[in-house]
Antibody, heavy 122, light 108 residues
Framework: QVQLVQSGAEVKKPESSVKVSCKTS????????ISWVRQAPGQGLEWVGG????????NYAQQFQGRVSITADKSTSTAYMELSSLRSEDTAVYYC???????????????WGQGTLVTVSS | EIVLTQSPGTLSLSPGERATLSCRAS???????LAWYQQKPGQAHRLLIY???SRAIGIPDRFSGSGSGTDFTLTISRLEPEDFAVYYC?????????FGGGTKVEIK
């Protein structure tokens, strides 16, 4: 079955960057969007952006434009989310999720990773 | 941006009871591109419903979704102990993809 395994927790200083990985197994990697969603402590879910590896097409939420980069390595079936200029408000659990529908960024998220806690603190 | 408002914030019910969760959109969600997810502590999120009313693979038929346009509903016909969790709706008809604030279904 499809599984998504994320990298471990990170503690970062303000103004630094973090890169979180999401390795997938089972099913096709390239044909389905990998989305990134975050959840701040005690808060709801917030979409960060996504990538469709087969097209290398990305789409980001406007509030992260210029600070986020989502990439995919088809050879290892791994997606990455890099967030720069970190601030305390970026402290959250970051989830990757694989889409249910092929070749579209805009679809339901059928499979989720376990989440990666990113803590931004001086 | 489509804003999704879920109500109630918390639903206190007993096992065996019916749960009705609401998700209202600030503008129409085209082609019913709305999904529902379940979140439980220590577990990966689970897709329950997509396309407003289609159950994902492996989801019991006590879960059902309905609605169109701006008003959507998730119904759990008879709550099982494992159903007590937080539920989120999400629209995927336009960018940015957005989620509702969540409804917590707790044991009364």
């Amino acid at each position: 079955q499809v599984q998504l395994v994320q990298s471990g927790a990170e503690v970062k200083k303000p103004e630094s960057s973090v890169k979180v990985s999401c390795k997938t197994s089972g099913g096709s990697f390239s044909n389905y969007v990998i989305s990134w969603v975050r959840q701040a402590p005690g808060q709801g879910l917030e979409w960060v952006g996504g990538i469709v590896p087969i097209f290398d097409v990305t789409n980001y939420a406007q509030q992260f434009q210029g600070r986020v980069s989502i990439t995919a390595d088809k050879s290892t079936s791994t997606a990455y989310m890099e967030l720069s200029s970190l601030r305390s408000e970026d402290t959250a659990v970051y989830y990757c999720a694989r889409g249910l529908d092929p070749q579209t960024i805009f679809g339901p998220m059928g499979y989720w990773g376990q989440g990666t806690l990113v803590t931004v603190s001086s | 941006e489509i804003v999704l408002t879920q109500s109630p914030g918390t639903l206190s019910l007993s096992p065996g009871e019916r749960a009705t969760l609401s998700c209202r959109a600030s503008q129409g969600v085209s082609r019913s591109k709305l999904a529902w997810y379940q979140q439980k502590p220590g577990q990966a999120h689970r897709l329950l419903i997509y396309g407003a009313s289609s159950r994902a693979i492996g989801i019991p038929d006590r879960f059902s979704g309905s609605g169109s346009g701006t008003d959507f509903t998730l119904t759990i016909s008879r709550l099982e102990p494992e159903d007590f969790a937080v539920y989120y709706c999400q629209q995927y008809s336009s960018s940015p993809l957005t989620f509702g604030g969540g409804t917590k279904v707790e044991i009364k």
